[in-house]
């Protein structure tokens, strides 16, 4: 045999060991089979069911200055919505005090002569005041409002042919969310939140945690190299990750039925590119920090914060002040939300999928380069 193929073969036998201790690592570790596999049930769960974007049975007050036909036929429009709860007033001081009270949260006020001022050219036949306290919500209540009010002007107009004048004549169609459900756009943005944590919380640990148990000096005097080491680290942690991704992807599509209209080998090669882009993150906290304490809170700073808050997971980037926006661009799992929420609600629309993973690519090489070159200094 000759030195160059024994050589080989003594590093795949170098590099399958150091596999062997950090899946018996991992195994006898159980915090980290929790943030692979139950940590995503849980967030999937959470978000899933417990946060919503949608606006749904909101107590709204209705006032009713004159009782006309035509006008319990516009707040029947209120009664038989899904969107709205509500609940009557005799005068509009009992609404505002209500509305004061966090009872409801808007008011729609039929005014007196509502009939002449709906055919005629006077002001406007009813009032809207809306609790701008949460300004998100007070924008989905006021614009459910305002579809009601135009759905029920065109069709009396249309049962009683009449002209009536209209300021817009809206004709709407929704892509990719035709059913408008925030799970929809949230729950494929979550999976890469998950795989953040497990990438980048878990492998934060890993090398300060063979510093601060004296394991490192003893791997050390061994015959195995830096990049063995490496790899010893980053295998098992990136089959883990993606375990916890087709589990989260399974939910998603399973329980939550959050249709996915891309190819599954798009998503699975999207997803082992950023597991990577991830991994090599949280080894780069890892090899700087003295302690797994220090490596995990800035792990939670640097990774999980703004995978959070400036992917484009809830809050939408181009809404953002522009510095801001600027500061996205390095934020890996920006990227890989654009791509779920392309594959899951769109499908393989490829001028997005291959500019982000390309982004995807540059960031994991230039993180693997700055673990090479602070490795070196580290550990040699």
Known sequence: MSHNKKEAQLARMRL??????????????PSSIGIAFFLPVILLLIFGYGVSLDAEHV????????QSPEAKDFVAGFQHSEYFNPKFFNSIQQAERALLERRIMGIVWTRSNFTKRLLGESDAPIGIIVNGVDANQARIVEGYITGVWMGWIASYAKRHGKRIASPVDVKHRIWFNAAVRSRN????????VIMTLIGGMLTSMVIAREWERGTMEALLVTPVRIKEILLGKVIPYFFLGMGGMILSVFISIVIFHVPFRGSYMALGFASALFMLTAIALGLIIST???SQFVAGQIAIVITFLPAFMLSGFVFDINSMPVPIQIITHIVSARYFVSILQSLFLAGDIWPIYIVNCLYLTVMAIIFFLIIKKKSNKRLL
């Open 16 to 29: 399958k060991g150091l596999i062997k201790k950090e899946i018996h690592q991992i195994l006898r570790d």
């Open 288 to 290: 700087a920090a003295g």
């Open 185 to 192: 756009f949230l729950v494929p943005g979550l999976i890469a």
């Open 59 to 66: 107590p709204i007050g209705i006032v009713m200055e004159q």
